[in-house]
């Protein structure tokens, strides 16, 4: 299937007005709402906001992962021009084993008990497609390559354990070694610290950055921290119940961010000053079986007026590359 697409501005993703619900025993819920986003090659951004606002179901549908009680009610989905919601299962096949690369959460959950991780890193290689895939020296060579680049020791005898015999820290870096042995143009990485000491958590972000740096991929990295965040993106992405709410790059963003749940969300990080504790945002995510139909956020915005009610505010680009989803910015541009 061709769709003729060119790639804009080189981008490797570009999801547009994207529309997901997922059937229940009480209905539908209506998730994502017009979702919008792109990332660049070579880019690396951030979707931030609280649990349940839909970070994770805008990824998996990229990747096309979806649980069977998904539903696409619309929008597109372009992987480097082609719009992958209209991909055959061959296709998809091909996305999945060479186009974009996962790093899930929970990495016991993403390996196999099993199997050593030498097998398991032989696997991956023999389905990318690459020279050579099928070729044990080839993949032996590849997997010793990979461990070593995220600075796992004694990769010969790492590829004999299970991952049971290894540490937290060490198992998200094989997953971190898994999603890059091979070339890839996207790497989707979902919370890939919220499991792991603190101590650990800077290194693995760390080598996460470079080993995409390295490789020129294009990184999305879902997190519920703006700090993390900030340390590993170039640009940001806050999203809250389904909708992205303010985009920018991430230095524009900790100068001066716009939307009322974007400095809710500022405001909960601590002060390393002191300055009291955090407020936090009063209330909690609407129900997605019923949304409210205008401003999602408008239950628990300060600033809500009437209209918030009524409609839901399109993008407005404040600056140039900084747009926020709020009728308190009309006067910039539509983006
Ligand atoms: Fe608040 Fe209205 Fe802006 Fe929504 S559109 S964030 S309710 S001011």
Do not use: W
């Not at 209506?30 to 990332?39: A, D, R, T, Y």
């Not at 603190?198 to 760390?206: A, E, G, N, R, S």
């Not at 961010?257 to 002191?274: A, D, F, Q, W």
Request: net charge positive; glycine share 8%.
């Amino acid at each position: 299937m061709e769709t003729h697409i060119k790639e804009q501005d080189n981008r490797v993703v570009d999801v547009k007005n994207l529309f997901i619900s997922f059937r229940t025993f009480k209905g539908y819920t209506k998730v994502l709402n017009g979702v919008n986003l792109h990332v660049r090659r070579k880019e690396k951004i951030a979707i931030v906001g609280e649990t349940g606002c839909g970070k994770t179901t805008t990824v998996y549908a990229i990747a096309q992962i979806l649980a069977k009680q998904a539903r696409v009610d619309g929008g597109e989905i372009f992987f480097k021009g082609r719009d992958s919601l209209r991909m055959n299962e061959k296709e998809l096949k091909q996305l999945r084993a060479s186009g974009i690369s996962v790093i899930f959460q929970d990495p016991i959950a993403s390996l196999n008990p099993v199997f050593t991780i030498g097998d398991q890193m032989a696997e991956v290689i023999r389905y990318s497609g690459i020279e050579g895939a099928r070729d044990p020296r080839v993949q032996r060579e590849r997997t010793v390559a990979a461990l070593r680049e995220t600075s796992l020791p004694d990769p010969e005898r790492l590829m004999e354990n299970y991952p049971f015999q290894l540490s937290g820290g060490m198992r998200q870096r094989i997953c971190i070694a898994m999603s890059l042995a091979t070339p890839r143009d996207l790497v989707i990485a979902d919370e890939p610290t919220t499991n792991l000491d603190v101590t650990i958590q800077d290194q693995v972000l760390k080598i996460l950055r470079q080993r995409v740096e390295e490789k020129q991929s294009a990184l999305i990295l879902i997190t519920h921290s703006l700090g993390v965040a900030r340390e590993v993106a170039d640009r940001i992405y806050v999203m809250y119940a389904g909708n992205m709410v303010e985009t920018a790059g991430a230095e524009e963003l900790f100068r001066e961010c716009l939307h009322p749940y974007s400095r809710g969300l500022m405001s909960c990080i601590p002060k390393l000053s002191g300055g009291g504790i955090a407020s936090g945002i009063p209330g909690h995510l609407p129900s997605y079986y019923a949304p409210p139909p205008g401003c999602r956020f408008e239950p628990r915005c300060p600033h809500a007026m009437p209209r918030c009610k009524q409609a839901m505010p399109p993008m407005y680009e404040a600056a140039p590359g900084h747009c926020v989803a709020c009728y308190l910015y009309e006067r910039g541009t539509s983006a």
